[in-house]
């Protein structure tokens, strides 16, 4: 892979008579998301005409578009256009966001219990089903390698604020997980799971396949605006953001959940200039260096 | 004033929905069926996104406070002004006090209700459709309650105006047990066989009982998917892709088990195979079909949607020439 992402073929589709699906590729590859964010973006900038508005995915893009204003074709035309503009991913906007979670938590551990019927292993709970299709034995040492670095957040979808978050690894030392083999009805609200490759965190209560891991302490999606960074945006995610994840235990758990109950909790969020050529030539100091940078912020 | 006495099954505020914040996970929301609902507002005098109450299967009763015109399009619906039947698809004059009241639907699935003035609880991002599972939108993001108050806006015409109006009556859509769907194929559906394409498009598809604002699951076949390796990061399912957009009316195959038919409530993204889109404007047929109803899916071109999308605009069109409205912002010719 070149340096921001090569691609070839990229793949422009119909999606009825109001949107097209844009596809770089059929694998997760955070060279491609990098690349296709900074089309998004661009595509956001241009304000083409007749498009609405243009959603990112892991490896693709739709676009959101009204066929009285222009023709699928004409805009496919405009688009391919827009992406031999850009070589390669410009430097990126990202927040880096503290999320502070409980692992191992009892909410849960409950929901696993009344779900195990459907789960591949309900002898053991879905932290430890993850820590061993892994290869992990102990629970502080995998939740250490879990959290050792920030995960970028490469989609945003599916309910309001669902993110999509990505370890900021090789393929290779990626952690994966099968979903359930059947999904749950119900899962709690703020359940940190994990499936695939991806992390996410339940904005609401609902029904999931991830494999429950912890709590976040704060809230990803905020109907109700009570909290002062959400006001006016409801999510938290961007796509190219970068959550950290931070391991808390209850005392803290609950102090943070008595600051976001009272609407007084302020998320720590640090603006950075990402620049996704240099995290390709160099993963690791890249990552040492935004953190640095962050920790002087 | 609108107050709720009862609410009937599932009765949400609605108008043509919120876009724009699809991409953060927030589905446009709206009215299910949309040439009912904007027919619903030009026989009120109303803009034809003003909100209104979709109304699922079993309709509500309510009284007014204020003088207002009302018109019920959409499913079938028995219904009665102060317990004397009234004719849909047409106005009626409120006065204070009056009780409405809708029955079961007959035909159909989703009736409307339009009041001059529309519903005028507070917009949210844009709209005041109602989104139930992120609760958002509407009144408090939920579906009606007895005893809920709705505020109702000052009707843009004087209310004697757009009374006795009418319009062809063949311009009325009669909802059908037996749906022919037009799809514009591909997305993913390069996953699939050539063979569970061909029977996706040739036998009848049942409507499930899972069907809802989000999606109509849809029983029939299973699905074959190409041999091949796996994509990093797709999951071990043949039938996962890695994360993608969801066009509302596309048409997803978990597991390649069943077919389900994302609507205006849509989750916007996630990891299963997408083989094509319900054209736009035969998602108001899927709006009127409820469990055991019968799809058949023909496959269109771009162009051939794009027509469709056109001549549901002259439709719409006609309608408003014929009842005398002759711009856009919903406002009576002289």
């Known amino acids: 892979m070149e340096q921001g992402g090569a691609m070839s073929e990229t793949r422009y589709d119909y999606g009825g008579d109001e949107y097209l699906l844009v596809v770089f590729s059929e694998a997760m590859d955070l060279a491609i998301n990098f690349k ?34 222009t023709h699928p074709d004409a805009l496919i035309r405009t688009l391919k256009d827009l992406e031999r503009g850009i070589q390669s991913a410009e430097t990126l906007t990202s927040r880096l966001v503290d999320i502070p979670v409980l692992f191992d938590d009892p909410w849960t551990q409950e929901c696993a219990k009344r779900f195990a019927d459907r789960h ?172 640095e940078e962050a920790a002087h912020a | 004033m609108l107050s709720v006495l009862e609410p009937g099954l599932l009765t949400t505020i609605q108008d043509l929905g919120r876009l724009h914040w699809y991409h953060i996970g927030m589905p446009p929301s709206g009215a299910l ?37 009302i018109a019920i399009t959409g499913a079938d619906v028995a219904f009665t002004i102060n317990n004397q039947p009234a004719a849909q698809w047409r106005a009626h004059t409120l006065h204070p006090g009056d009780r409405v009241s809708l029955g079961g639907v007959r035909r159909g699935a989703r009736a409307y209700i339009c009041l001059a003035g529309g519903i005028t609880v507070s917009e949210r991002l844009g709209s005041r459709s109602t989104y139930m599972l992120g609760r958002f939108g509407g009144l408090d993001g939920r579906k009606l309650e007895a005893g809920d108050a709705l505020p109702l806006g000052t009707p843009h ?120 889109t319900v054209i736009t404007a035969d998602l108001d047929l899927i709006a009127q079909a409820s469990p055991g109803c019968h799809i058949r899916f023909h496959e269109v071109t771009i162009n051939e949607a794009l027509q469709a999308r056109r001549e549901r605009e002259a439709r719409i069109e006609q309608v408003r020439l014929e009842l005398g409205i002759f711009d856009q912002a919903g406002m009576l010719g002289q």
């Open chain 1, 36 to 69: 296709l964010l900074s089309i998004c973006r661009e595509i956001e900038r241009r304000h083409l005409p007749g498009v609405i508005e243009v959603c990112p995915a892991n490896a693709s893009y739709l676009v959101h578009f009204r066929p009285e204003e």
């Open chain 1, 120 to 291: 591949q292993d309900p002898s053991v709970s879905n932290l430890e089903y993850l820590m061993r299709v892994n290869g992990y034995s102990s629970k502080e040492e995998f939740i250490t390698a879990y959290c050792d670095r920030p995960y970028w957040i490469s989609m945003v979808g599916f309910v309001p604020g669902t993110a999509w978050c990505y370890r900021m690894c090789p393929p290779e030392q990626a952690i994966q997980a099968p979903k359930y083999i059947r999904p749950r009805t119900d899962t709690p609200e703020r359940a940190v799971a994990h499936a695939g490759v991806f992390l996410c965190i339940y904005p609401v209560q609902g029904p999931g396949g991830y494999q429950m891991i912890g709590m976040s302490a704060v809230p990803v999606y905020d109907p109700e605006e009570r909290l002062p960074d959400l006001q006016g945006r409801y999510i938290l995610a961007n796509a190219g953001d970068r959550w950290q994840f931070r391991p808390i235990d209850m005392d803290e758990y609950n102090d943070i959940r008595a600051q976001v109950e009272a609407g007084s909790y302020r998320y720590r969020i640090i603006e950075q200039d990402f620049r996704p050529g240099e995290y390709m030539r160099d993963p690791e100091s890249y990552l040492k260096h935004l953190q």
């Open chain 2, 157 to 276: 015409t004087a209310p004697d105006a757009m009374l006795g109006r009418s319009f062809d009556p063949t311009l009325i859509p009669v909802p059908q047990k037996e749906l022919e769907v037009r799809v514009v194929m591909g997305m993913c559906s390069h996953r699939v066989t050539p063979d569970s394409l061909r029977e996706f498009l040739t036998v009848d598809w049942e409507v499930s009982t899972e069907a809802d604002r989000i999606g109509y699951r849809l029983k029939g076949p299973t699905f074959e998917f190409n041999a091949g390796e796996r994509p990093f990061g797709a999951g071990a399912d043949p039938s996962n892709v890695v994360d993608l957009g969801y066009p509302i009316g596309s048409i997803q195959i978990p597991g390649g088990l069943e077919a389900i038919v994302l609507l205006n409530d849509a989750v916007t993204g996630g990891g299963y195979t997408t083989i094509g």
């Open chain 2, 33 to 69: 069926d949309n040439f009912a609902f904007r027919v619903g507002n030009l026989l009120v005098g109303n803009p034809e996104d003003a909100a209104g109450l979709e109304v699922t299967y079993s309709g509500p009763s309510f009284e007014v406070t204020s003088e207002s015109l």
